[in-house]
């Protein structure tokens, strides 16, 4: 089946530190791949996405990349604020329609200190 | 652009008693999606409708568990009678194309 898999919160950073999340999957076909991240007392909101191999979704500075050779898309920025400080969600969507419901990891939670 | 709006909030009831979540998409969102996420885990899908139409709820516990979709807009996801287990987040979430909008979730405590 479908499935994500998270590294282990929580992770615990100086502010300007490098961030690294590991997410890898398990999906037949060809997935979407996405980061959410969750701040204190909100909804979930997107914060990139990938849709197929080599591709890199990037936003505020955070950045991805679809590899399917090792079925990760693992989750980088070069210097972590403290507004940084959230939960992030890996997620897959098993197919490409649009309509199709997402898949998710159990979620990081990063906390970052000045 | 309003976004995906919820009530209530937060409920509390003790077990064995029903209740019910509602859901308003953001304007001419077709589909909709209700997920349960449990406490440290990622949310998981319970049923997504196209307009009014149940198009996935396989994963909806419906020997108490039911949701409507009237006119294609508003959503109400009901549970009776809860269960200790049943305590969660439930999200509702709409999209129009590829882009999944959620809302801030209902806090669900059963007792």
């Known amino acids: 089946g479908n499935s994500v898999t998270q590294m282990e919160g929580p992770v615990t950073l100086s502010e300007e530190a490098f961030l690294t999340i590991n997410c890898t999957y398990t999906a037949t076909g060809y997935p979407s791949l996405f980061w959410y991240v969750q701040y204190p007392g909100e909804g979930l909101q997107l914060l990139l996405k990938?849709?197929?191999?080599?591709d890199k979704g990037s936003n505020k500075g955070f950045e991805a990349t679809y590899r399917k050779e090792t079925t990760s898309f693992h989750l980088e920025k070069g210097s972590v604020q403290v507004s940084d400080s959230a939960v992030y969600f890996c997620?897959?969507?098993?197919?490409?329609?649009?309509?199709?419901?997402?898949?998710f990891g159990k979620g990081t939670t990063l906390s970052v200190s000045s | 652009e309003a976004g995906v709006v919820q009530s209530p909030r937060y409920k509390i009831i003790e077990k064995k008693q029903p209740v019910a979540f509602w859901c308003n998409p953001i304007?001419?969102?077709?589909?909709l999606y209700w997920y349960r996420q449990n406490l440290g885990q990622g949310p998981e899908l319970l049923i997504r409708y196209e307009n009014e139409e149940a198009v996935d709820d396989s994963q909806l516990p419906k020997d108490r568990f039911s949701a409507e979709r009237l006119k294609g807009v508003d959503s109400t996801l009901k549970i009776q009678p809860a269960e200790l287990g049943d305590s969660a987040v439930y999200l509702c979430?709409?999209?129009?194309?590829?882009?999944?909008?959620f809302g801030p979730g209902t806090r669900l405590t059963v007792t």
């Open positions: 979430a709409s999209s129009s194309d590829y882009e999944q909008y």
């Open positions: 304007s001419g969102h077709n589909t």
């Open positions: 990938a849709t197929k191999a080599d």
């Open positions: 997620a897959l969507k098993r197919d490409n329609q649009a309509g199709t419901a997402l898949i």
